[in-house]
């Protein structure tokens, strides 16, 4: 679905999302290969990098031993468990965790606001 969506990453990433046993809360496994070989930490770093920057608010970067409830009404879109980044020379698998309804609830409301905020 994501290479419909971003054809530009079409083939370059894969992964699922995988409802777990609460009502809203879901976890995403993305697998992807990256251009070089790299570490936990400097994918970890840059994930909370991001995090702290540009997509904040969006993308949180989470290093406590959470489990699915814990994410219940969680405005981010996506919740990276820094726990569950695993890498093997170029192949690098995150796990996201997210809350369907809430998130998604934020992130229709960004958008008004940002329509809001446009001359038309």
């Not at 840059?46 to 970067?61: I, N, P």
């Not at 020379?89 to 905020?117: A, F, P, Q, T």
């Amino acid at each position: 679905a994501v290479g419909l969506v971003i054809p530009e990453l079409k083939g370059k990433l894969d992964g699922l999302a995988i409802r777990v046993p609460t009502p809203t809360v879901s976890i995403v496994d993305v697998v992807l290969q990256v251009k070089k070989e790299t570490t936990k930490e400097e994918v970890n770093g840059a994930l909370k990098k991001a995090a702290a920057g540009k997509m904040k608010g969006v993308l949180e970067f989470c290093e406590e031993p959470l489990v699915s409830v814990d994410f219940r009404k969680n405005p981010a879109s996506s919740i990276v468990d820094a726990d569950k980044t695993f890498v093997l020379g170029d192949m690098v698998k995150v796990l996201s965790w997210y809350d369907n309804e809430w998130g998604y609830s934020c992130r229709v409301v960004d958008l008004i606001e940002y329509i809001s905020n446009k001359s038309l």
